[in-house]
């Protein structure tokens, strides 16, 4: 998993409620990502930032939320807009937009 | 429909045994292919990138292939291991925007003893 961490492994949230998902990454790279893991599908790109203070929609951003005030930092909130937040979540990061990205070891929620 | 395609879906071998995985891309145009081990619960861990002019690289005991023409790649691996049994993802990433990437759904590669 390299230098980037998330939290918590795992996390249960009742129906209705928002949480947020930490990312954090000491490999000084500038750009991170989230992406949504469901059985039998590839990752899906949720958001991306390329630079502080900046961040992107990826293709499926709907019920979801970001920020990036430090370059370390990525946290990701799932509202309750989100209608099947149940999955495994992963974050990763790259030096630079180009090169290869490396993966926390995600996070798994579950909305009872 | 998605853009990148692997098979088979699963496979099951035997420790010391070779074995291939397959990935058909629509993709296009075409940046980078790459390749990721993701052990169960945990991150992907990249294998090994291609861009669209090489035709094989290799990490270890893995060496991925990459014909661009008929846009296939394919996941060597050889002599496996116990610990090789993860899943094996394909990632293409579009030219003009590298943060558009697709992701194959993986192959679950499971080798037993």
């Known amino acids: 998993d390299g230098g980037i961490t998330q939290s918590p492994k795992y996390l249960f949230r009742k129906e209705g409620q928002n949480v947020t998902l930490s990312c954090e990454q000491n490999?000084?790279?500038?750009?991170m990502y989230w992406y949504r893991q469901d059985p039998g599908q590839g990752l899906r790109l949720i958001y991306y930032s390329q630079i502080v203070n900046d961040f992107q929609k990826g293709d499926i951003a709907e019920g979801y939320s970001v920020s990036r005030e430090k370059k370390e930092s990525f946290p990701l909130t799932v509202t309750s807009a989100q209608k099947n937040p149940t999955a495994f979540y992963l974050c990763?990061?790259?030096?630079?937009?180009?090169?290869?990205?490396?993966f926390g070891p995600g996070t798994r929620l579950t909305v009872l | 429909k998605n853009q990148v395609e692997q098979s088979p879906q699963s496979l099951i071998i035997l420790e010391g045994k070779n074995c291939t995985l397959q990935c058909n891309y629509t993709v296009s145009p075409f940046s980078n292919l790459r390749w990721y081990k993701q052990d169960t619960g945990r991150g992907p861990v990249s294998l090994t990138i291609m861009t669209f002019s090489e035709n094989t690289k290799s990490n270890g005991r893995y060496t991925a292939t990459l014909d661009a023409d008929t846009k296939q790649s394919s996941l060597h691996i050889t002599a496996s291991q116990l610990s090789d049994s993860a899943s094996y993802i394909c990632?293409?990433?579009?030219?003009?925007?590298?943060?558009?990437?697709?992701f194959g759904a993986g192959t679950r590669l499971t080798v037993k003893p």
């Open positions: 490999l000084n790279h500038d750009a």
């Open positions: 990763a990061s790259s030096l630079m937009v180009t090169d290869t990205q490396y």
């Open positions: 990632v293409v990433s579009f030219l003009y925007n590298n943060n558009d990437m697709r």
